[in-house]
């Protein structure tokens, strides 16, 4: 497919794709992600009650692993290949035309843009296109805005002039994961008072993570994430150096090659064999993961959104350590774990060790966290809160 073509060439570019081209029954939803895989974790149940409720459900992302999942679940997917390391600008105005293309051949009643990229991109693509309505979620504040690295800083003041163009014109509501994150947009200027939203988290399957008795044996302290140095994976790795001998300590994830603050492959394995931590690797068998633990880690200073990894945790009544940042403190509230200073190794030992020692603590926190997830964080409130939000958007979009 090549980069600058119109309309026409687009819908036969993405027929040859399997996707769909004939005129749409219903309303036509458009996801817009930078990987399948992360559309798959987190997007997945959102797009399967949308097609349920009548809407025909395209992503538009790179193609991996989740792929051939993807569309076994009758969810067409067409191939763009973001590549989110990528500073090029011409790069990214080829790939501006390839969405507005996109979107004129697909002709969405709604747009739904996942992450930064997505926004900024996919954004200038929908006015170019003349879509009616879009939802902009950043998932948290990322990279860019947490980072207090060079690239993050240089960056952010160019981040922040797109966003105010892209993030919510009058076609568009901003969802955000936490109250936290909201605030902070309307602070800086960058959404428009009365066009955002909080929606929070991704949900979870409580069907499928599922309380359990906590397994025999030494206790378990769990980490999952992907391996960025912001998600705290050397603060995990420094707490079993200091607990040494007291716990056992698992790592689950792989680097993130698309990330600028990922670690490498060879840097975890050193530190988790300097350190003593049994690294896992990516590990797709997550209620599993979360059955053989006590203790679930994210000791997190990024820009996270809402976690879903501790909403995992919580439904399968697991105590939760985690640093005290808003998509963390958003996901525990006062009862459903314990909250550290972030980048604390000293308070995140103290607060593993309190655990560690104490079973039945780990068992209330645990009880909290499983009722705290039925009530605000399973996937049908998401679903529900989603849908309704489509509603009125393209009702919105009918009238202008």
Same mark, same amino acid.
């Given at each position: 497919? %090549?980069?600058?073509?119109?309309?026409?060439?687009?819908?036969?570019?993405?027929?040859?794709?399997?996707?769909?081209?004939?005129?749409?029954?219903?309303?036509?939803?458009?996801?817009?992600?930078?990987?399948?895989?992360?559309?798959?974790?987190?997007?997945?149940?959102?797009?399967?009650?949308?097609?349920?409720?009548?809407? @025909?459900?395209?992503?538009?992302?790179?193609?991996?692993?989740?792929?051939?999942?993807?569309?076994?679940?009758? $969810?067409?997917?067409?191939?763009?290949?973001?590549? @989110?390391?990528?500073?090029?600008? =011409?790069?990214?105005?080829?790939?501006?035309?390839?969405?507005?293309g996109l979107y004129r051949a697909l002709r969405p009643d709604l747009v739904h843009h996942v992450a930064m %990229?997505?926004?900024?991109?996919?954004?200038?693509?929908?006015?170019?296109?003349?879509?009616?309505?879009?939802?902009?979620?950043?998932?948290?504040? /990322?990279?860019?805005?947490?980072?207090?690295?060079?690239?993050?800083?240089?960056?952010?003041?160019?981040?922040?002039?797109?966003? @105010?163009?892209?993030?919510?014109?009058?076609?568009?509501?901003?969802?955000?994961?936490?109250?936290?994150?909201?605030?902070?947009?309307?602070?800086?200027?960058? +959404?428009?008072?009365?066009?955002?939203?909080?929606?929070?988290? +991704? /949900?979870?399957?409580?069907?499928?993570?599922?309380?359990?008795?906590?397994?025999?044996?030494?206790?378990?302290?769990?980490?999952?994430?992907?391996?960025?140095?912001? %998600? /705290?994976? !050397?603060?995990?790795?420094?707490?079993?150096?200091?607990?040494?001998?007291?716990? !056992?300590?698992? =790592?689950?994830?792989?680097?993130?090659?698309?990330?600028?603050?990922? =670690?490498?492959?060879?840097?975890?394995?050193?530190?988790?064999?300097?350190?003593?931590?049994?690294?896992?690797?990516?590990?797709?068998?997550?209620?599993? =993961?979360?059955?053989?633990?006590?203790?679930?880690?994210?000791?997190?200073?990024?820009?996270?959104?809402?976690? %879903? $990894?501790?909403?995992?945790?919580?439904?399968? /009544?697991?105590?939760?350590? +985690?640093?005290?940042?808003?998509?963390?403190?958003?996901?525990?509230?006062?009862?459903?774990?314990?909250?550290?200073?972030?980048?604390?190794?000293?308070?995140?030992?103290?607060?593993?060790?309190?655990? $560690?020692?104490?079973?039945?603590?780990?068992?209330?926190?645990?009880?909290?966290?499983?009722? @705290?997830?039925?009530?605000?964080?399973?996937?049908?409130?998401?679903?529900a809160r989603t849908l309704a939000l489509y509603d009125e958007l393209t009702?919105?979009?009918?009238?202008?």
């Open positions: 497919m %090549k980069d600058a073509i119109g309309a026409q060439g687009v819908k036969d570019a993405i027929g040859a794709q399997g996707v769909n081209m004939a005129p749409a029954r219903g309303r036509v939803l458009v996801f817009v992600v930078t990987v399948d895989w992360f559309f798959a974790s987190h997007f997945l149940a959102r797009a399967l009650a949308a097609r349920a409720a009548g809407w @025909r459900v395209v992503v538009v992302a790179r193609e991996g692993p989740a792929a051939a999942r993807i569309r076994a679940l009758g $969810i067409e997917l067409v191939p763009v290949a973001f590549e @989110r390391a990528s500073l090029d600008p =011409l790069a990214h105005m080829r790939l501006v035309w390839r969405l507005s %990229k997505p926004i900024l991109l996919g954004g200038l693509a929908a006015r170019l296109a003349g879509v009616r309505a879009v939802v902009n979620a950043p998932v948290g504040l /990322g990279f860019v805005f947490s980072s207090s690295g060079g690239l993050a800083r240089r960056l952010r003041p160019l981040v922040r002039a797109w966003l @105010r163009v892209t993030l919510t014109p009058p076609n568009a509501v901003a969802v955000f994961e936490t109250e936290a994150d909201r605030y902070e947009m309307l602070r800086a200027g960058l +959404a428009a008072p009365g066009r955002v939203r909080v929606i929070a988290g +991704a /949900g979870v399957d409580g069907g499928r993570f599922v309380p359990s008795a906590p397994p025999g044996g030494r206790v378990r302290v769990v980490m999952a994430a992907r391996l960025l140095r912001a %998600k /705290g994976v !050397e603060l995990f790795a420094e707490a079993e150096g200091r607990l040494r001998g007291r716990a !056992e300590f698992w =790592l689950a994830g792989a680097p993130d090659a698309g990330n600028p603050d990922s =670690l490498r492959a060879d840097e975890v394995a050193a530190l988790a064999d300097a350190q003593g931590v049994r690294w896992l690797g990516e590990v797709a068998d997550m209620p599993g =993961l979360l059955a053989g633990a006590h203790i679930v880690c994210l000791p997190s200073y990024y820009g996270e959104g809402l976690p %879903k $990894i501790l909403l995992e945790a919580m439904a399968c /009544g697991r105590a939760v350590v +985690a640093s005290d940042i808003a998509g963390c403190r958003a996901a525990l509230g006062d009862e459903a774990g314990l909250l550290v200073a972030p980048r604390d190794a000293e308070a995140l030992c103290a607060a593993l060790a309190r655990l $560690i020692e104490d079973a039945p603590l780990r068992a209330r926190l645990g009880q909290a966290g499983r009722a @705290r997830v039925e009530a605000a964080f399973l996937d049908e409130h998401i679903c009702v919105l979009g009918e009238g202008r």
